[in-house]
């Protein structure tokens, strides 16, 4: 039964070994730069605001320090500061989905093939989103409250799952929260409202239709209820089990075989000295 258990985690350790050289060896062979995969032309349809010189800042540190130049520039405070942080976060992308190029964590391409609906190589890191010029709702939330959290506001996530006829609609946003009241910000969609009215936030979570209406004409509200609207990750990074599987399956997919092979090399060892014993 050992030497069956010894030979099964060789074999596991040689199997798995041959995945991990051939992505690591593709790697170091790839010649595409991460920066231009991040750059993609913006869509000549695209009616979402948009500025290149925004779009092509690829060093987190270095966004928020014009946020924070911005600020006091122009002696901003309460909640024109998420608004700024609002503005320049519609600028800095247009809708479309950012994905990792992470050439060796196999075992999470595998996990894509078989779940997509999962979207798992889709960025969730901000140092990693910062790269793009283009993400969709809950990528450009995640930097949104990034750099809301950096100046010291309070915010969370708020999520959609508006049932509909024919099929359900998700949406990602965030709520920052200035002195005791909360305001709602949708950077993706770009909705026009006045931001400073905290009323916008409440009548979001209450699924009044009438306001979603005015935000989001072209949602199907006919069956809109208050409980396909969820505030949630009170200052929380709302990626963490994301970001957590990415991390966990990068781990096994570069040393999987070195821990099946410690594991055949114990089970050895623990039979050689058993024997000696007996």
Not at 174 to 198: C, G, H, I, L, T
Not at 255 to 273: D, E, G, H, S, V
Request: net charge positive.
């Amino acid at each position: 039964m050992i030497k069956t258990f010894h030979k099964i985690s060789l074999f596991l350790g040689i199997i798995s070994f041959a995945p991990m050289l051939f992505y690591n060896i593709a790697s170091i062979t790839k010649t595409e730069d991460s920066v231009q995969h991040g750059i993609k032309p913006v869509p000549e349809n695209v009616i979402e605001i948009y500025d290149s010189n925004i779009a092509g800042i690829t060093d987190l540190n270095n966004l928020k320090q014009l946020v924070k130049k911005e600020i006091e520039e122009k002696n901003y405070s309460g909640i024109e500061i998420p608004i700024l942080v609002d503005d320049i976060v519609r600028r800095k992308y247009f809708h479309s989905t950012a994905y990792i190029q992470n050439e060796t964590n196999w075992i999470l391409k595998i996990a894509d093939t078989f779940f997509p609906e999962k979207v798992f190589l889709s960025a969730m890191k901000p140092k990693d989103l910062i790269k793009f010029n283009h993400a969709i709702c809950n990528q450009q939330a995640i930097i949104f409250q990034d750099i809301i959290k950096d100046l010291g506001f309070e915010f969370a996530s708020i999520g959609f799952d508006i049932r509909t006829k024919n099929k359900n609609i998700g949406h990602f946003v965030s709520a920052v929260k200035v002195n005791q009241d909360w305001f709602y910000f949708d950077s993706n969609m770009e909705p026009k409202y006045n931001r400073k009215d905290s009323s916008v936030f409440l009548r979001i979570l209450d699924g009044d239709k009438n306001i979603f209406k005015k935000l989001y004409p072209e949602f199907d509200l006919e069956y809109l209820t208050e409980d396909m609207i969820t505030f949630r990750d009170l200052n929380k990074f709302p990626a963490r089990k994301g970001v957590f599987f990415q991390n966990i399956t990068w781990i096994f997919s570069n040393y999987l075989w070195l821990i099946f092979i410690l594991i055949a090399f114990n089970i050895r060892y623990f039979n050689k000295t058993k024997m000696k014993g007996n």
